[in-house]
């Protein structure tokens, strides 16, 4: 695509203006900068701004506004949709935002939206605190936040919007805003779970939870139908201080797990228990018991070590469908690993996420993220590791999630990859969706934020 001179001029004269710095294609940089976690786009966007101030960020989005060029927000760029980058546009990268201040008396962060999950963990853990995120570590709080946020503190403290409050945000006209349950209360409630849809979120104030004693880590044990329903229902049993993560999947070449077992359908699990060490000890027990671990690194230590280090520059190209389950029987456990044996793709998997305790504590109508009461959600997903396979591998994931699909509505946008109007539509009831219209139209209603789970305005 190419970009109108007057566009360009317009680039050009950002340069000299900005804080941070800016990209072009003809830059050394420049694939490094246009580069998303997703390896499924090779978007190529005429600039990349890499904002070092919120006035950068103004700047952009008046750039934007002004050019006619389209918008990407990107935070940690791991948009499973390949929103954190767009074809011809501008890439706003925030990635150089990585203030953050802890108050550890009054329990509370401001942290800026470039930070990482691992970034903000690994200061709040000298305080012993924490708020919760999701299940990796590189995920940026921009995309992260304003999705939800379903992570391993999820059943103890809630989504990470249940956590967060207050924000402040960038609307499409460049305005700041200082946003909360008083200021801009209906867009403080669309960004929690409403994505970018309405503003670039440059700065969140969240709560902070003390994890002083707490016991994690990864439980790998032999796959059955009786053991992955027993785990889960054991899970939703327990007490809210456990969130497990249950992926059942072919056994990865774990150097921890005999390589007899590699390929070979696991219960790999996630656990995660932020409470007393010794009840945690004894509920995990519960989890060990259903099946002779293959291998167990669940034990007490710091929160902070459910975010080891992750393998740089990966860039996998994946087929996934989420949705929200009722309970995982036996026959459907069944199902699941019948399915996973029946395909040949490197990676494939079926991860389970045991929803309910502070999830389910505060109305459907408090937040964008309405799914208050769904108790499970699922994630299936397949490699696709050269460009043939993508159709019989999306082929895969969808007669798999329609064959787990028992009714229970909604989908988790912040899961959903690019499925079309259709599924961004059945992610959000009614009401909420109509909301979330009203919203985009009072602060974004010619819809500069669109490169994400897109929400039309409502009509005047
Ligand atoms: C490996 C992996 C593991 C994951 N695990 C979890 C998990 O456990 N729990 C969970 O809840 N989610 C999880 N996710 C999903 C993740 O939360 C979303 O993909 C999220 O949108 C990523 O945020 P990001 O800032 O890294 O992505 P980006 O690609 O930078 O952005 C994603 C979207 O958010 C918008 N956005 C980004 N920053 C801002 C901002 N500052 N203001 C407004 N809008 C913004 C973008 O426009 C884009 O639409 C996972 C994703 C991956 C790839």
Request: hydrophobic share 45%; charged share 20%.
């Amino acid at each position: 695509m190419t970009t109108s001179a007057s566009a360009l001029f317009e680039v050009e004269r950002l340069r000299d203006v900005l804080d941070g710095s800016i990209v072009l294609p003809e830059d050394a940089d420049y694939d490094a900068a246009r580069t998303i976690v997703s390896g499924a786009f090779d978007d190529r966007p005429a600039v990349v701004v890499r904002a070092a101030s919120v006035d950068d960020v103004v700047r952009t989005v008046r750039l934007s506004r002004d050019t006619g060029l389209e918008l990407a927000v990107r935070s940690g760029g791991h948009s499973n949709a390949g929103h954190g980058s767009v074809e011809g546009g501008v890439v706003l990268d925030l990635r150089l935002l990585k203030e953050l201040r802890i108050d550890a008396a009054a329990r509370t962060a401001t942290a800026q939206a470039g930070l990482t999950a691992a970034e903000y963990t690994l200061a709040t853990s000298e305080h012993s605190l924490a708020t919760g995120f999701g299940d990796t570590g590189s995920v940026g709080l921009g995309g992260l936040v304003t999705g939800g946020g379903v992570g391993l503190l999820s059943r103890k403290h809630g989504l990470t919007i249940d956590s967060l409050l207050a924000a402040q945000v960038v609307t499409a006209d460049g305005e700041v805003l200082e946003v909360d349950d008083t200021h801009h209360a209906a867009l403080f409630w669309a960004i929690r779970g409403g994505g970018g849809n309405f503003g670039v979120v440059t700065r969140f104030t969240l709560r902070l939870h003390p994890v002083g004693e707490f016991v994690g880590g990864i439980l790998v044990q032999p796959a059955t139908p009786a053991a992955v329903s027993r785990f889960l229902e054991q899970a939703a049993a327990a007490p809210r201080e456990l969130t497990t993560i249950l992926n059942v999947m072919p056994c990865p070449p774990l150097p921890m797990v005999p390589a007899d077992v590699h390929g070979r359908l696991v219960m790999l699990a996630f656990v995660a228990w932020a409470g007393p060490v010794e009840e945690g000890t004894r509920v995990i027990d519960g989890l060990r018991a259903i099946a002779p671990p293959l291998a167990d690194l669940v034990r007490p230590g710091p929160y902070i070590s459910m975010f080891p280090p992750e393998v740089e520059d990966y860039h996998p190209v994946a087929a996934a469908r989420t949705l929200f389950l009722d309970h995982v029987d036996e026959p459907l456990a069944a199902r699941i690993l019948e399915r996973l044996e029946a395909s040949d793709a490197s990676m494939r998997a079926v991860q389970l996420r045991v929803l309910g305790g502070a999830i389910s504590d505060a109305p459907a109508d408090a937040t964008a993220y309405a799914h208050r009461a769904a108790p499970m959600m699922a994630n299936v997903a397949a490699f696709v590791d050269r460009p043939e396979q993508r159709d019989a591998r999306e082929a895969w994931v969808d007669e798999l999630s329609a064959q787990l699909d028992q009714g229970v509505p909604g989908a988790y946008v912040n899961f959903l990859a690019r499925e079309g109007a259709d599924r961004v539509r059945a992610a959000y009831p009614d009401p909420t969706w109509e909301r979330l219209r009203q919203v985009k139209a009072a602060y974004d209603p010619t819809n500069l934020f669109h490169v994400n789970q897109n929400v039309p305005a409502a009509s005047a």
